[in-house]
């Protein structure tokens, strides 16, 4: 393959990138020299042990986040150049999110919740896309109901469709299946990498569980902010 033609493949590229924070004790070094490539369409476990700094990786990925050094570069764009409007930017278009804790917002119905994102980037057909997504999570008799009306793996179908809604070139998702029972986690998880498959989204997943890890193409295990 030529080398250029490789580089369009890799969506993300991190190089010697750290996380540190300053603390009563001295410095705290959270990340350290981590190099990745991932490539548009891959799937990567991100496995360790709590603190070994997982959910500050994808952070960092995603631009939610600015490294203490090293570089980012997202599809191609440097994470590391930008301010907060210019990440703010790559991560509406490019990225999609799944947490642990669902982070729906209260007020809003599941139809309402999966066309926020869309309504944001000013899309006049938000309510037939988030309609036709929640119908494909099962959710086609669910539209009007708030979180509060729903159950967790409900909420977590919701947040399923709210990522992908707006087809993201990258996806996510932190223990996705952590405040669920073990039932409901697996039928998220089929769900999950079925849509992943479907829109062919790079999928990059934080979780404790060997099992569900074994799942994805490639694993990354963190251990006290390097990756062994």
Do not use: W, Y
Not at 59 to 84: C, F, K, V, W, Y
């Amino acid at each position: 393959m030529h080398p250029q033609a490789d580089r369009l493949n890799n969506i993300i590229v991190t190089e010697n990138l750290g996380k540190s924070v300053t603390t009563s004790d001295g410095t705290l070094h959270i990340l350290s020299s981590i190099d990745l490539i991932i490539k548009s369409g891959e799937s990567i476990a991100v496995i360790g042990e709590s603190g070994s700094g997982k959910s500050t990786l994808i952070g960092l990925l995603a631009g939610l986040d600015t490294p203490t050094s090293g570089t980012i570069h997202l599809n191609g764009q440097s994470l590391t150049r930008m301010d907060e409007d210019g990440r703010a930017a790559v991560r509406n278009a490019l990225v999609g999110f799944v947490f642990q804790s669902f982070q729906l917002l209260p007020g809003l119905s599941a139809l309402e919740n999966v066309m926020l994102p869309l309504e944001l980037g000013g899309d006049r057909q938000a309510k037939d896309s988030a309609t036709a997504l929640l119908h494909r999570v099962g959710l086609a008799q669910r539209l009007k109901h708030t979180p509060k009306q729903l159950s967790g793996g409900e909420q977590q179908r919701v947040a399923l469709a709210r990522a992908f809604v707006t087809r993201p070139a990258i996806l996510f998702a932190d223990e996705p299946t952590g405040n669920l029972d073990s039932k409901t986690g697996a039928h998220i998880i089929d769900l999950l990498f079925e849509l992943n498959q479907e829109n062919n989204t790079t999928l990059i997943l934080v979780t404790h569980d060997q099992g569900l890890a074994a799942r994805c193409g490639r694993t990354i295990r963190l251990a006290a902010g390097l990756i062994v």
